[in-house]
């Protein structure tokens, strides 16, 4: 049994739907101040992502010393800017405008542990070329997918109508929904964890 350090409706059922028997148990952190301390650090934003989700692994393996825990994070970087997922609507738009004909990479972390040491980590990353959707366009699309695309950096959901602000992308698709996961069932399958 798998152990999802992670609130994220999409990460469980990517897992449930590959066979993977999981159980979600959301470890929060505090996100913002720990990606706050390492950007002050100079940190990269796939060390930040890497840090970010295996706070949560480390904090759920405190709870559960033997299990087997996911911890899981996304980064969404624009050259040196990191995003963080939007408050509110108006910030949504803005992020959206901000991200409008640019190309941004999303980096997505996945950190195994095991008896309370991690034991596997893969960073993915995606390049995502948004297109120039009109004003008008954007504020209707915040408005039809609020509050949705509060849980996702960037205010976008690619497996929604969010797929429709983007011009090109280039990467693995589970990547951009958060989880690098053919790496992640690779490693499972390797080491006996689930049936191959």
Not at 34 to 51: F, V
Not at 83 to 89: L, S
Not at 113 to 134: E, F, L, N
Request: charged share 20%.
């Amino acid at each position: 049994m798998l152990l999802l350090a992670s609130q994220s409706q999409i990460r469980l059922t990517l897992l449930q739907n590959a066979g993977v028997e999981v159980t979600a148990h959301p470890a929060p952190i505090d996100e913002d101040t720990l990606r706050e301390s390492l950007q002050a650090e100079g940190a990269t934003p796939r060390d930040i992502a890497d840090a970010l989700a295996e706070a949560k692994a480390l904090k759920l393996a405190q709870k559960h010393p033997e299990a087997l825990i996911l911890g899981c994070d996304q980064v969404l970087a624009l050259k040196d800017r990191i995003f963080a997922k939007p408050a509110t609507p108006e910030e949504a738009r803005a992020q959206l405008q901000t991200l409008t004909g640019q190309t941004h990479q999303l980096l997505s972390a996945a950190v195994l542990y095991h008896d309370s040491k991690p034991i596997w980590r893969h960073v993915g990353v995606a390049r995502m070329t948004m297109a120039t959707p009109t004003p008008a366009y954007l504020d209707g699309y915040v408005a039809r997918n609020w509050p949705a695309i509060s849980h996702s950096v960037g205010a976008y959901q690619l497996e929604s109508e969010g797929i429709r602000l983007f011009s090109q992308i280039e990467g693995d698709y589970f990547t951009v929904l958060g989880l690098p996961l053919l790496p992640l069932l690779t490693y499972l399958s390797l080491r006996g964890f689930i049936p191959s």
